[in-house]
């Protein structure tokens, strides 16, 4: 809140997480998921996919697919973000080869017939690609200008901050 006019003001935080270390947590929780899900797929879920019935068979192997896709295109823009980080890459170049990357949209409705036989790890898995895929995919809006933060929308540190004040009092 600006002290003066006492009015909020929206700060683009986006660019300034990329450039600052909050990329290196995202770049460490994408490429993290992306070994975690490519150990299960090779393993416990091969082994575990092969007791599934026909219709969840073949939705395992769908969403296996999808979610292998949107993994390696988080990578690919990760990997291109860390470079401009770096200086290995202009930003002008990095939104070059990024334009290369088309972000599947992810599916707007799962289920059907063997939708819940598949097994926990793998619904997670599906979960947290998804969370951090729309999270990529929001921040390269805002990046190229598509996309604008809503200085309308709820702050989300201002939020928690009223919670703590109505916990405690203060």
Not at 9 to 27: C, N
Not at 89 to 94: G, H
Not at 136 to 149: A, Q, S, T
């Amino acid at each position: 809140m600006d002290d003066h006019t006492g009015r909020n003001e929206a700060v683009a935080l986006t660019p300034r997480l990329l450039a600052s270390g909050g990329f290196d947590l995202l770049y460490r929780e994408g490429m993290s998921l992306i070994e975690e899900v490519a150990a299960y797929l090779d393993g416990e879920g091969r082994a575990s996919s092969q007791s599934l019935s026909r219709e969840a068979s073949f939705v395992y192997a769908t969403e296996s697919m999808r979610l292998t896709t949107r993994l390696m295109q988080i990578a690919s823009w990760l990997l291109l973000q860390r470079a401009v980080n770096e200086g290995e890459l202009s930003p002008d170049q990095a939104r070059a080869e990024k334009a290369k990357v088309k972000f599947s949209a992810l599916p707007s409705d799962r289920g059907g017939p063997g939708w819940d036989e598949l097994p926990e790890q793998m619904h997670g898995f599906i979960e947290k690609g998804d969370r951090l895929f729309a999270r990529v995919v929001k921040f390269d809006r805002i990046e190229r200008g598509e996309e604008k933060p809503d200085p309308n929308s709820e702050n989300a540190v201002a939020a928690q901050m009223d919670k703590l004040r109505a916990a405690f009092g203060k």
